[in-house]
Antibody
């Protein structure tokens, strides 16, 4: 059974930092691209970042570029999101999600999601 | 970036009827469009990918269609568990983007 378990959320002051983690199980983590998607309270979904299976290539939304960094440790089946210079607008539930196999290969469609971890940026 | 516009924002329907949800892209995304369902307090669930392919375990009453800029998610006969918010998402180019969502509520 595929499981994704996020941790590391909490309350942080504006300008502060947090490091989120997502531990994966039930699938071959090292062959799948992984993603972070967030959802502000009462709002819709916003893609944040993606990372290829090897970790060599990363992609970011403009709203987080230069402040958030995605990485992965395939030996530990773990995805990370380092969050620096946090702003009130970063307040959201952060979900990690796994890439789907779309026939031609693994693709940026999210077929399994964690339960999310809440990040609140407030003074 | 590609903007996805979903309509209507809210759909008020009775169980047993057909639901038709729309997603329009600001430029062509080919067939690279997915649909998700989200219930309160839960993570989203993948329903359809690449416009018309149902994900594993998704009931046949859910179907997707369209290509280019206009896409539709159809629920042929609403079950009580289908009342939720639905999002479309494109993977045609970076940045990945989602639509604003359609809430399907009980009439």
């Amino acid at each position: 059974e595929v499981q994704l378990v996020e941790s590391g959320g909490g309350l942080v002051q504006p300008g502060g930092s947090l490091r989120l983690s997502c531990v994966a199980s039930g699938f071959s983590f090292s062959i799948y691209g992984m993603h972070w998607v967030r959802q502000a309270p009462g709002e819709g979904l916003e893609w944040v970042s993606s990372i290829t299976e090897s970790g060599v290539t990363t992609y970011y939304a403009d709203s987080v570029k230069g402040r958030l960094t995605t990485s992965r440790d395939n030996s530990q089946n773990t995805l990370h999101l380092q969050m620096n210079s946090l702003r009130a607008g970063d307040t959201a539930i952060y979900y990690c999600a796994k890439s789907h196999y779309c026939g031609g290969g693994y693709c940026s469609v999210f077929d399994f999601w964690g339960q999310g971890t809440l990040v609140t940026v407030s003074s | 970036e590609i903007v996805l516009t979903q309509s209507p924002t809210t759909l008020s329907l009775s169980p047993g009827v057909r639901a038709t949800l729309s997603c329009r892209a600001s430029q062509s995304v080919g067939s690279y469009l997915a649909w998700y369902q989200q219930k309160p307090g839960q993570a989203p669930r993948l329903l359809v990918y690449d416009a018309s392919n149902r994900a594993t375990g998704i009931p046949a009453r859910f179907s997707g269609s369209g290509s280019g800029t206009d896409f539709t998610l159809t629920i042929s006969s609403l079950e009580p568990e289908d009342f939720a918010v639905y999002y479309c998402q494109q993977r045609s180019e970076w940045p990945l983007t989602f639509g604003g969502g359609t809430k399907v509520e009980i009439k």
